[in-house]
């Protein structure tokens, strides 16, 4: 289900990468370090555990590892609802590769999240302030966009403790007086968010994935009228149209990681996923809640952990109005006579 669609040796790669990465969090992760998260712990166990195999450094070094492998492990994570920042971390470590920024350890972070904020530099300094930053209590690091320069620094200084619908950390963060521990040139602000806007969208796929395996399971199991509910035709039409969304959401974040390798930032494709994932999301949640019924509301049932994560993540990096709002703009650029090239083109991974 998670596998990319390119070539045999990088799929063999990513079928052992997926491999590991499941049973890490099968292992590690679960109910209790969920519901440990949702009381303000962090999940330690787990991020060591993720350290020791390196995954959270997949996107480090000489051997990093492209970015549809990175949406691969974000996709992963995000079916166990896992309560890290994996997908901060990996999209962190990219960036700063990207720029030729040596990636520290530990967990880090991106900012911005919000449309309009920018972090200002003087000298060897930062200042500002961003809000809704994922994870910012948690992070080593601060990976921040700042003018043209992606600067990274150390320790986000915490004003405002927050969190999304999932409970996990957005944090509203102080970069007045925090030091600039190294930098590089940065990719455009739309860029930027648009990369954001893909990890997110390759999350929506993931929890996506998994809430139809919750569901196609609660209907084969729950017994009505003398037989389990997957008998009744509605119940088979609403999980056939759940299936399809998270289908499609996966497709689009597969097309947007095939794109990667085109010059310049696959924003269109980007926009094109987190448009198409945000749709999902919506669909996909009502019908799994619908087909469960009131049990899947209950906190004992496992469900909401991954819906309330859809909810969060469909506005994160822009929501389907913003992103399709650029995507017009950029078709209507485009005129007629690039209107086709701009939708087709492909890359191909070395």
């Known amino acids: 289900m998670n596998d990319l669609p390119h070539g045999d040796d990088d799929a063999g790669l990513d079928r052992l990468l997926a491999e590991s990465a499941e049973r890490l969090f099968e292992a590690h992760g679960g109910r209790a370090a969920l519901e440990e998260a949702e009381r303000g712990a962090f999940a330690a166990p787990l991020w060591s555990a993720l350290e020791e195999a390196g995954i959270p450094r997949a996107a480090a070094g000489e051997d990093a590892l492209p970015l549809p492998a990175l949406l691969l492990l974000t996709r992963i994570a995000a079916a166990h609802s896992a309560p890290v920042p994996l997908a901060e971390t990996l999209m962190a470590g990219h960036l700063l590769s990207a720029a030729g920024i040596e990636v520290p350890e530990g967990p880090l972070t991106v ?51 927050g969190a999304n619908y999932a409970a996990e950390p957005r944090d509203a963060v102080d ?28 999350a929506i796929a993931g929890a996506l994935g998994r809430i139809a395996e919750l569901t196609v399971r609660y209907a ?40 990667a390798g085109v010059p310049g930032a696959p924003v269109f494709e980007a926009a094109a996923a987190k448009v198409r994932a945000g749709e999902a999301a919506t669909q996909g949640a009502a019908i799994a809640h619908q087909v469960h019924g009131a049990i899947g509301f209950t906190y004992e049932h496992t469900l909401h952990f991954s819906t309330r994560r859809l909810w969060s993540w469909r506005e994160e990096f822009g929501d389907e109005t913003e992103w399709a709002a650029l995507m ?16 087709t083109r492909r890359a191909v991974r070395a």
């Open 111 to 161: 900012a911005p999240v919000l449309a309009g904020e920018e972090a200002r530099r003087d000298g060897g300094r930062l200042s500002g302030r961003l809000h809704r930053v994922p994870w910012a209590r948690h992070a080593a690091g601060l990976v921040v966009l700042a003018g043209d320069r992606l600067v990274l620094t150390g320790r986000p200084a915490v004003v405002a403790e």
């Open 175 to 202: 970069l007045d007086g925090a030091a600039v521990i190294a930098e590089g040139p940065a990719p455009d602000p739309v860029a930027l968010r648009a990369l954001g806007a893909l990890f997110r969208a390759a």
């Open 220 to 259: 084969g199991e729950r017994v009505q009228f003398g037989r389990p509910i997957a008998k009744f035709q509605a119940v088979q039409h609403g999980i056939a149209v759940l299936a399809t969304q998270a289908a499609a959401a996966g497709a689009a974040v597969d097309r947007a990681a095939l794109a």
């Open 328 to 343: 017009g703009a950029m078709v209507r650029r485009a005129g007629g006579a690039g209107l086709w090239p701009l939708v």
